[in-house]
């Protein structure tokens, strides 16, 4: 994806043509053509520039005969870009405007080499570059759809009509109340948040007007401040965005503020901008009860203007509760008691709704408005996996009925949609190797759907205090979970072992009790042998421990590390033999 300007033939080069007519008129007249057959361009995004390319003055995008015209604030030197998804950005050189407009024509080559598709990359995120790296390539296209978009919106270029909805989620994502509005030929698409007012009653009056939080817009994701705060990966898509590829991003340094995290996802045939799925991190302590997630998309119209068709954005609902501990009962938690959600959905004006909006509230993974109808004989069934213990949703699960005949996987958000060919009275799966090297009961769900409903199964992996206490059990001295140990043993080329013997051994200094030291300066041992699927799991270590582990198989050499027990107390450790 190389720049074409200085590659074009001479007669589709910008020309600087003078003019007798208009004198005075501070304008750039700019006709955009395909490069090759002089065909006209439609919808090309044609920006004005200042002298050095970097700061956009104004811009608009070409008509059915791929001219526009500019309007320059004064004399002096300036360029013009123009960029369409699909196409090589093509940049001029500096136009010195003086009293006469400027006629400009530029020759546009189609992009030559498409975004790879890649697979995910276990690689650290890494700051953004230009082209010539996966992550660089994808900007380039998404760049145009998001400029495209920034400048839709600022100038009011589609008039749109709206259909704005703010609704109450249990904890189970069902709708508890909701209210709707709808708003004709506004200029541009509000801006929707939730404050901390509608999230946690009893914090009211405590906020700031910058206690609102809103999903994204694509002015902001373009800014330089928000991709030199940010790091990138190229990923290839997974679950519901099976055959894409993905930008992911997130903080480049750990802080206090909020930011923004998530995927913006791209269409390699098309070379098209589809949606952004995003997540909010470093939020104040109580919002970090659960996820606060939401998701955009993308459509570009037949003249070339972006629009946002669909949005929203969802935060937990938190409740302060009193302790249930006897022994302090004054003291109180906080407590999810849902989720509180705000969307919409935006049309140009005069055009019919394509379909309900919004009809569910489950988000990424579940039926939006536009979306094809769901048989009146399917059922469908959607939910999250979350991991409690890392923080984060769980992408790459197999969901499936209990024989196996109808499967999907989650995506980068932990959400999924599974449809079924009429009623369903079976156990829903979900197979991922966290879920069984933790054990996670909800791994496994019976489920029973009438025909040509919806339903909903998730599944919350729980934190590592949760974990150590249900797996693990308390310690000798009955004040905290015992310590635990799990992974997976494998041979060198990743291959499952199955009844591998593992131990661990660890020095304990004292073991106190009622402040009374009840033994000290033993050795401890644990040991178990990993199950069919390689997996396995210790307890009984103590706080801080320096721990020896080995693991012995049947003609192989035993295997020893030494390992020290984190301060969560649960080590997530993998045995791999011959690795080195």
């Known amino acids: 994806m190389q720049l074409r300007s200085l590659l074009l033939p ?8 003078p003019a007798g007519v208009n004198a005075g008129a501070q304008e750039f007249r700019v006709e955009v053509v395909e490069a090759s057959t002089g065909k006209p361009i439609v919808g090309a995004n044609v920006a004005l520039l200042d002298s050095s390319g970097a700061i956009p003055l104004g811009g608009d995008f070409s008509d059915q005969g791929g001219r526009t ?3 320059a604030p004064s004399r002096g030197p300036y360029r013009i870009r123009a960029e369409k998804v699909g196409f090589d950005t093509w940049m001029s050189v500096q136009l010195h405007l003086v009293d006469r407009p400027i006629y400009v024509r530029v020759g546009m080559a189609p992009t030559r080499t498409p975004p790879p598709v890649v697979l995910r990359s276990d690689m650290a995120c890494q700051p953004l570059t230009g082209p010539g790296t996966a992550a660089g390539d994808i900007w380039v296209e998404l760049k145009k759809a998001l400029a495209a978009t920034a400048l839709t919106e600022s100038q009011g270029l589609v008039p749109l009509d709206v259909d704005l909805y703010e609704r109450v989620l249990d904890r189970n994502l069902s709708i508890v109340s909701e209210r709707a509005e709808q708003r004709a030929r506004l200029s541009r698409r509000p801006v929707t948040g939730i404050s901390w007012d509608q999230i946690d009653s009893t914090r009211r009056g405590e906020a700031s007007n910058s206690d609102v939080y809103r999903a994204p817009d694509a002015a902001t994701i373009i800014s330089d401040q928000f991709v030199k705060s940010h790091c990138f990966n190229a990923i290839h898509g997974y679950g519901a965005e099976a055959g894409l590829v993905g930008l992911e991003f ?8 909020p ?9 390699p045939k098309g070379g098209s901008l589809r949606s952004l799925n995003f997540d909010y991190v470093n939020l104040p302590i109580p919002l970090r009860i659960a996820r606060t997630t939401g998701r955009l998309e993308f459509q570009q119209l037949p003249g070339g203007q972006w629009i946002v068709p669909r949005w929203y954005i969802r935060m937990p609902r938190v409740a302060r509760v009193a302790s249930t501990d006897v022994r302090s009962p004054a003291s109180s938690r906080d407590s999810l008691v849902g989720y509180q959600e705000v969307g919409g959905e935006a049309r140009p004006t005069g055009t019919a709704r394509v ?3 919004f009809a569910s509230a489950s988000g990424a993974g579940t039926a939006q408005a536009g979306d094809a109808p769901q048989p009146a004989s399917q059922s469908v069934l959607v939910g999250i996996v979350y991991d409690s213990s890392s923080g984060r949703a769980l992408s790459g699960v197999r969901v499936s009925t209990g024989g196996g005949r109808f499967k999907t996987v989650t995506n980068g958000a932990g959400a999924y949609e599974l449809a079924i060919d009429g009623a369903l009275n079976d156990t829903i799966v979900f197979e991922h190797p966290r879920l069984r090297l933790f054990h996670v009961a909800e791994r496994v769900q019976s489920i029973s759907l009438p025909a040509g409903s919806r339903g909903q199964a998730s599944v919350i992996v729980p934190s590592y205090g949760t974990l150590r206490k249900n797996l693990c059990g308390q310690n000798e001295t009955g004040s ?3 310590g635990m140990m799990a992974g997976y043993v494998r041979d060198a080329t990743g291959k499952a ?3 591998a013997h593992v131990w661990a051994t660890w020095q304990m200094l004292w073991v106190e009790q009622n402040g009374r030291l009840i033994s000290t300066n033993q050795q401890r041992t644990t040991e178990t042998d ?10 009984g270590f103590t706080r801080g421990a320096q721990i020896t582990a080995k693991v012995g198989i049947a003609g192989k050499n035993t295997l020893q590390e030494r390992v020290n027990l984190p301060a969560n107390m649960v080590l997530e450790h993998d045995f791999q033999f011959g690795a080195r």
Do not use: F, H, K, M
Not at 250 to 257: D, E, F, G, L
Not at 259 to 267: F, K, M, T
Not at 530 to 539: I, P
């Open 10 to 17: 001479i007669t589709l080069a910008a020309a600087i043509l």
């Open 69 to 71: 015209y500019l309007r």
């Open 250 to 257: 997130r903080p480049s340094r750990v802080s206090a503020q």
């Open 259 to 267: 930011e923004l995290s998530g995927v913006l996802w791209l269409d």
């Open 355 to 357: 379909g309900p909006a």
């Open 480 to 482: 905290e979970a015992q």
């Open 497 to 499: 072992l199955p009844r």
């Open 530 to 539: 990993s199950n069919s699927d390689g997996s396995y799991l210790l307890c």
